[in-house]
T-cell receptor, first 115, second 110 residues
Framework: EPEVTQTPSHQVTQMGQEVILRCVPI?????FYWYRQILGQKVEFLVS????????KSEIFDDQFSVERPDGSNFTLKIRSTKLEDSAMYFC?????????????FGPGTRLTVL | RKEVEQDPGPFNVPEGATVAFNCTYS??????FFWYRQDCRKEPKLLMS???SGNEDGRFTAQLNRASQYISLLIRDSKLSDSATYLC???????????FGSGTRLLVRP
């Protein structure tokens, strides 16, 4: 069964450093998403991406964040200068809303710890 | 008002019990509705979509009441493996982004 993969599973970084979280969406999907979940809190939408551009973003997704699809398979989230409050699980998801199954499938997540 | 509101629980039930979760959402223009399941420190996984006519998948039954902006999930014959957090999720009125509730925790005891 196809699945979304994410690397690394855990990233520890110092405040102010840049991090890049990587995702490989399901191969025939066209929409890609990033969500985050701070420990003990709900899952929050960050950004959606379609046709090589951002289709929607939340208030959380400020200038410190960027997304990119550098090649045909990877989808990345970059945090330019990490803050303590960026510590969270970051989930990538993908979907094909126009297809038979519009479900968003989530990757296993990257746990980001900012010290 | 929260966009998606759920009772956090926990619901602590014996194996074999029937348990029901409720959820309300604030945006009357929401188009799609789901129940996801999340195990501790894992990713959300789709349990079932929720349709206006109500739908059933084995031991799980979901209902949607658009007039009251209310979604429910019924689990019959609870198993130990049902222990998890159940997330009520709606999609936006004109977008694909998912809006999550905070989740209801279920503990099924032997």
């Amino acid at each position: 069964e196809p699945e979304v993969t994410q690397t690394p599973s855990h990233q520890v970084t110092q405040m102010g450093q840049e991090v890049i979280l990587r995702c490989v969406p399901i191969s025939n999907h066209l929409y890609f998403y990033w969500y985050r979940q701070i420990l003990g809190q709900k899952v929050e939408f960050l950004v959606s991406f379609y046709n090589n551009e951002i289709s929607e973003k939340s208030e959380i997704f400020d200038d410190q964040f960027s997304v990119e699809r550098p090649d045909g398979s990877n989808f990345t989230l970059k945090i330019r200068s990490t803050k303590l409050e960026d510590s969270a699980m970051y989930f990538c998801a993908s979907s094909d809303p126009s297809g038979r199954d519009p479900t968003q499938y989530f990757g296993p997540g990257t746990r980001l710890t900012v010290l | 008002r929260k966009e998606v509101e759920q009772d956090p629980g926990p619901f602590n039930v014996p194996e074999g019990a029937t348990v029901a979760f409720n959820c309300t959402y604030s945006n009357s223009a929401s188009q799609s509705f789901f129940w996801y399941r999340q195990d501790c420190r894992k990713e959300p996984k789709l349990l079932m979509s929720v349709y206006s006519s109500g739908n059933e998948d084995g031991r799980f039954t979901a209902q949607l009441n658009r007039a009251s902006q209310y979604i429910s999930l019924l689990i019959r014959d609870s198993k130990l493996s049902d222990s998890a957090t159940y997330l009520c999720v709606v999609s936006g009125d004109s977008s694909y982004k998912l809006i999550f509730g905070s989740g209801t925790r279920l503990l099924v005891r032997p």
